[in-house]
């Protein structure tokens, strides 16, 4: 009777501790779907999209070298985030690219994948297998494709550096830095970047009755033989409105980008004529500058495009009111050179105190990956 009382007892304990067990199993499980679901990263993209990640992405594909660019702010080695790019160099310019591969060497095994000016691939995404897709918004695949991607494990993220780069550049870039995990570091950037965008608001604020002088902005000066590449509204235009200027190009342009005529510059007769360049116009003839060309070899292509007929008969052109800047500059966050330099030519002893290049310097020791070096814009002598 004794052995079965102990017998009936130690079942008892066995079936306690079997529930016991299974109990603990049970919070176990609870507990790391818990640290699951906060370690996902929630987004809302530039198209307003929800994408969940189970935590930062190692494997990022993207669709545009800038975005690359944009990382190198935010994170000490991006390209060991690379699983591929476009190797679209014409964006970044040649001597860029050789510095960024000189610091890390492993882009030049990264693999490629179009641009967001090409097609984009489906398969070849499928094949790669990124941990997360970030792609151009205004490039973005079809609704078929992303179901496509979904269904393989690929999550797509769209922002946009482009079309409405002072509404859409801050929440993109916040995007990418909760993509990797480096949404502190954005946050510090992101507040650099408004206390000189701010700087320059708060002036033309507190003088509403100062004109503003009509710009001119030739982008890719020197592209082809026709004149003229110009913004219209949006895109670099907003960059102009900000500096304080009047673009004249959205007064007939209902679009981001167009083309106008010498004849419409004439008769509009700009107070400022700005063109953009950069290496990718060497072949071209055009407006060269950016790492690596001497300062001589940049106010030279610059004064041959204003030696362009008819352009050389603008008042802006005559009075020397003329100015090259690094394509490279905009659509990134690197924007901020480029608005500070407009406000300088735009509006001239108003923002003396003003100093891209001083901007510069400190974007180099504070935030990027590859510090920038070369001529990034110039005045006319």
């Known amino acids: 009777m004794r052995f079965q009382c102990t017998a009936e007892r130690a079942q008892v304990l066995m079936a306690r501790l079997l529930a016991v067990l299974l109990l603990s199993l049970g919070l176990s499980a609870t507990a790391a779907a818990q640290v699951r679901t906060a370690a996902a990263l929630r987004i809302v993209d530039l198209a307003q999209r929800e994408v969940t990640l189970p935590g930062p992405a190692k494997r990022i594909m993207i669709d545009d070298g800038r975005f690359l660019i944009a990382m190198g702010l935010i ?23 050789q510095a960024w591969r000189t610091k890390f060497p492993r882009i030049d095994s990264v693999a490629q994948v179009p641009s967001s000016a090409a097609t984009f691939s489906l398969e070849r995404t499928i094949a790669i297998k990124p941990d997360v897709a970030v792609l151009s918004l205004d490039q973005a695949p079809s609704a078929e494709e992303l179901k496509i991607l979904a269904a393989a494990g690929i999550p797509v993220v769209f922002i946009d550096f482009f079309s409405k780069p002072l509404q859409n550049l801050e929440p993109s870039l916040k995007i990418l830095g909760q993509i990797i995990g480096r949404s502190g570091q954005t946050e510090e950037f992101l507040a650099f970047r408004h206390q000189h965008m701010n700087r320059i608001a708060e002036v033309l604020k507190q003088q509403p009755d100062r004109a503003r002088p009509k710009v001119f902005f030739e982008a890719h000066a020197g592209m ?45 007769e700009p107070d400022v004529y700005i063109a953009t360049g950069g290496p990718h116009l060497e072949k071209a003839n055009g407006l060269v500058l950016g790492p690596g060309y001497a300062e001589d070899r940049v106010q030279a292509s610059l004064a041959r495009m204003m030696q362009r007929p008819g352009i050389s008969l603008l008042a802006a052109v005559q009075n020397k009111q003329v100015h090259g800047l690094s394509h490279q500059l905009l659509n990134s966050p690197l924007d901020i050179l480029a608005v500070e330099a407009l406000a300088r030519w735009i509006h001239p002893g108003l923002f003396d105190d003003i100093d891209p290049s001083r901007t510069l310097a400190e974007i180099n020791t504070r935030f990027l990956a590859v510090p920038l070096e070369g001529i990034y814009w110039i005045d006319l002598k």
């Open 75 to 97: 994170h000490p080695d991006p390209v060991s985030l690379l699983a591929a790019w476009p190797r679209d160099i014409n964006r970044v310019g040649e001597k860029t690219y």
């Open 224 to 268: 082809s033989p026709d004149c003229c590449n110009s913004p219209g509204k949006g895109n670099i235009g907003d960059y102009i409105e900000l500096a304080g200027g009047h673009n004249i190009g959205a007064d007939i342009l209902p679009g981001a980008f167009g083309r106008v005529n010498v004849e419409y510059m004439v008769s509009r």
